[in-house]
């Protein structure tokens, strides 16, 4: 692994850091909380300052170290700089997560190019501005771990939300092909498909299919992070549907009204 640090309250247990974007609410919010309880010194990325100071004061209440970077991933060319601060912040880095996404509501007999373009900046866009510098390091190390949070809409192609749907599918794809790019290294690349989170995007969803808590969902993530899973879908059920809604033939997918 990278450098490690020394945690001065625990001298004895190495001190591990993680990059966190998209951080502020949510899953994002309840996988800084878990990384935290894990003994990790986050850097925190969010559009919402004020959420992420919150979140940050309640970290380091705990005793964990956590540090407030308030930014838009829309605005691309801020990503490469910032991270190379919040590296040289953290002293070192283990652990990146792109977890930022948005999602409109679902109008299947609306056509709105610029939505589309908005959840492209941020689900697309913003992943790869940040998770290219991440790679370099990574790679660089000759160690660490990058993560993307996608979702199982990415599997297929949406009546619903050809936009979004198709944002997934890309950073699902992106985050394949680094993982072939960067195992030679040894760094791990893990893709997290998540089902229905009882986040503030599911008020965007057709249907309410048995949401799990972030905070579930967060335990689910360090648990594939822990094991260093390549893919993996939370929970594991979706990973059985998704199975089956990739086989179904386009000419009965499109009549199934998803």
């Known amino acids: 692994m990278t450098n490690t640090k020394i945690n001065p309250s625990r001298p004895l247990e190495p001190q591990k850091t993680a990059i966190i974007i998209g951080a ?28 992420l100071e919150a979140l940050c004061t309640e970290i380091n209440r705990n005793g964990t170290r956590a540090l407030a970077y308030p930014h838009d991933v829309k605005i691309t060319d801020e990503a490469a700089t910032l991270f190379q601060n919040i590296v040289g912040d953290l002293g070192q880095l283990d652990l990146f997560i792109y977890n930022a996404g948005t999602q409109f ?4 007999d ?9 959840v492209f900046a941020v689900n697309v866009l913003g992943a790869l501005a940040w998770l290219n510098p991440a790679a370099e390091y990574f790679e660089r190390a000759g160690a660490g771990h990058l ?9 297929r192609g949406r009546r619903a939300l050809p936009g979004y ?28 498909k998540p089902g229905q989170v ?16 972030p905070q579930m969902a967060a335990d689910l993530i360090w648990r594939a992070i822990d094991k260093r899973k390549q893919t993996t879908y939370t929970p594991a059920r979706w990973g059985l549907i998704g199975l089956v809604l990739r086989h179904i033939p386009s000419f009965i997918f499109r009549r199934m009204n998803l």
């Open 198 to 213: 009882d986040t503030q995007l599911l008020k965007y969803a057709e249907k309410v299919r048995g949401p799990i808590s």
């Open 147 to 155: 993560v993307g949070i996608g979702s199982i809409a990415g599997d």
């Open 110 to 118: 609306v056509y709105d190019a610029a939505q589309d373009i908005e």
């Open 165 to 192: 749907t198709a944002s997934k599918a890309a950073l699902h794809t992106f985050l394949e092909g680094m993982r072939n790019r960067l195992d030679r290294y040894g760094v791990t690349v893990t893709t997290i």
């Open 24 to 51: 502020s609410t949510g899953i994002g919010a309840a996988l800084s909380r878990r990384l935290a309880h894990e003994g990790y010194s986050l850097g925190l990325v969010s559009r919402s300052a004020d959420k």
């Open 105 to 108: 509501p679902s109008k299947p």
